[in-house]
């Protein structure tokens, strides 16, 4: 018998009880019980009753109990109790199953060398996507896979606020604003919105797909705040939908993370994901190209990733987190390196006179990038002519100096918006 | 040290056998090794060197070999040698490995009680999706949800075929004499184009996720031969595309198993698949809609999958090939019971003359099918007039009833074909 602790109570822990009591009851008999629950509030009303489990004002102390065989740990929190919780139940070689990727994004490697050190086990399929298995998937179904690059939409707020600005023609800030009195965004936006919930969750992904160590300095990411609805019909008008698209590929240099707001092609796998959901676009050989699509967030959907952690330990089927010993994870490299090359969409204003065009072209051929497409549309009424263009491949720091050199020109009113544009994914062989 | 031994030696073979001394090899060390191999032809050109492992004219005398622990199993059919070599395995204890989604369609309950009986084990990932990990993800991932639906698109073959008879307005016997030159299709194309072999494989789906008996009696299969382009063009100008798709759905009487030509809404998570692909839509509670994606076929996503389960058999990962022991297994109902409702697509051709949509209209009013839309349209040239129409929801028997009628009207001259009408699938809770 497995002896279970729960540490937080929230939606998703309530979820869980009722997963554990209910669906699972039969199946699981008495090979896992819960034991023992910690929360802030003993007396808060959840909908579950918790009156046959210990209590534990301290999650720590309930990590650190002896007969507790996996800790549960729904805290949340890249430090404080979440992270001296695990740590503990590490320590002691209890397995840890959690949904907390903030945790694993900030120190994976350091409690991956604790399960390598005392012989317990972390598992987090939670932690990316929700209810989709994309750990499972890339940790066992891929296992026989090279994996040249993930990218995915991973923030189902960022998605939720693109979607809603197109479909029904608005401002971010509008949306933002609503989506916060529905309680779809949080209070303080900026995780969500500036892409570190989504960097998080593309470092842990690398991290198992390329046996590198989590890391969130080598991320680079942007949000969204700068995209207009300007820019979505622009875009549009040129064949993309605007996504916040998190990405992990190897380079000549390295594994490169990366969180942006990109253009995707219509027919993209990830162009029709729409609303909150998230989705993953896996490119490895020999299996081709996988998607993976489902419900990013909610009780249910992550209720649903922690039960798949418990019964893979109660089959007795535990894996390195992240998939070979910690010692031997790799180094990330940061983004931007030497040789990347990408395909860019630029957006400018600019004042209607003479020349504009031939000046901004003459910076993007001194730095080698050449033009795809370009329109330049009088008919935004924003006091300043958009112009949005689109380059062939080009190294990354040349088409960064062409901005930089257009964002100076006199006619150029606001700073530049580059994008890059994600290529339709091929199988690879 | 585990010993496998390979039956079968096509391209799926000689994948493996490149991924095993490939990608693998310094992962798997010697705790996997090749031991021996059996084909039709010895001298065969493989492209990979087979001389190191022992041969076996005889897939049965391989098998049988009491040193070999796990039998991969890639020689195909329902019977004949592939079902007597797994069986003789299994009836040894020993763990198979099969990409063979007739066999288990076929004979899966029988597989599965010697598992029981023996304790071997039997892993199938490669029988369904191709690189799909959808059997991993339907057993372990959703373990603790319960299962509603599954919809996918199993078959490459037909759906290449739909996808180009839609992008090059062609007919569909023009298409598959192309796709048999091309060899994309079979010389004996009935296996795929009538719908068998997306049948057995959602057979093994629904097995798994309703623990049922996989039962090819149960199925109702409609192929793709009646799906004519000018079907394609008036489902387009009512807002769907045609897709064969498998579904596999509880209903009041139990679970229905079905593969049929149907129409998905553009904005359906099917709708977008094209060329060979594979997808699955799984609704499940409370982990909402998942939808999988990938490559259906070929050596190298098909190696990735039989690869995959012979990780975890190295892993220590078994599990019970339809989740629950064989003598629990559930049997599925036939299709078509009553309590099913469905909405339809409705094409007939007609003579033009006066009253022909009133007296189409009268039958469906006589069984309580009213319409949603309609569109007739003379524009077609096909010697006779095409009307299409869409229901509303209708137990299925009321629809058919109804088609049955207007199938002997005067002024139809030919006989109509009816399609279901996919739903988007919504979040199941």
């Known amino acids: 018998m497995l002896r279970v602790g729960i540490a937080g109570l929230g939606t998703v822990g309530g979820?869980?009880?009722?997963?554990?009591?209910?669906?699972l009851a039969e199946r699981l008999g008495d090979r896992l019980v819960i034991d023992a629950v910690s929360a802030r509030n003993r007396g808060r009303s959840r909908g579950v009753d918790i009156s046959a489990y210990r209590w534990f004002d301290d999650p720590c102390e309930l990590a650190a109990d002896p007969s507790i065989d996996v800790l549960v740990e729904l805290i949340g929190g890249s430090d404080g109790p979440a992270r001296r919780a695990v740590t503990i139940a590490l320590t002691r070689g209890a397995r840890v199953v959690t949904a907390n990727k903030a945790l694993l994004a900030e120190h994976g490697a350091e409690l991956a060398a604790l399960v390598d050190a005392h012989g317990g086990a972390l598992a987090f399929e939670a932690a990316v996507g929700g209810g989709v298995p994309v750990i499972k998937v890339l940790r066992e179904s891929l296992a026989a896979n090279r994996t040249t690059s993930i990218s995915g939409i991973l923030n189902g707020t960022?998605?939720?606020i693109l979607s809603t600005m197109e479909a029904q023609g608005r401002e971010f800030a509008d949306v933002l604003a609503e989506a916060q009195r529905l309680g779809y965004a949080e209070a303080d936006p900026s995780f969500d919105v500036d892409g570190m919930?989504?960097?998080h969750k593309i470092a842990l992904l690398a991290a198992i797909a390329f046996g590198n160590v989590p890391s969130v300095a080598a991320l680079e990411t942007h949000g969204i705040?700068?995209?207009?609805?300007l820019d979505i019909r622009l875009a549009a008008k040129l064949g993309y939908r605007i996504k916040l698209i998190a990405t992990a590929e190897r380079s000549p240099q390295g594994v490169r993370t990366r969180v942006a707001p990109a253009l995707v092609p219509f027919a993209h796998p990830l162009a029709g994901i729409g609303g909150a959901l998230n989705a993953v676009v896996i490119s490895a050989s020999p299996v081709g190209v996988i998607t993976l699509t489902g419900a990013g967030a909610g009780a249910g959907p992550t209720a649903s990733a922690v039960a798949s952690d418990l019964i893979d330990i109660v089959e007795g089927d535990v894996r390195l987190p992240f998939g070979v010993s910690a010692d031997r994870l790799g180094q990330p490299v940061a983004a931007g390196g030497a040789g990347d090359e990408e395909r860019a969409f630029l957006r400018l204003l600019v004042d209607d006179r003479p020349g504009v065009i031939a000046a901004v072209s003459n910076a993007l051929a001194k730095h080698g990038v050449?033009?795809?497409?370009?329109?330049?549309d009088p008919s935004a009424a924003v006091g300043a002519v958009p112009i949005v263009l689109t380059t062939h491949r080009r190294d990354v720091r040349a088409i960064d100096a062409a901005v930089a050199d257009i964002g100076v020109l006199d006619a150029v009113t606001a700073p530049p918006l580059v994008?890059?544009?994600?290529d339709i994914p091929r199988t690879v062989t």
């Open 419 to 422: 994008m890059r544009i994600e």
């Open 158 to 160: 960022c998605n939720y």
């Open 370 to 376: 050449s033009i795809d497409a370009l329109i330049q």
């Open 225 to 229: 705040r700068d995209v207009s609805l």
């Open 15 to 23: 979820g869980l009880i009722g997963l554990l009591r209910g669906t």
């Open 197 to 199: 919930d989504a960097g």
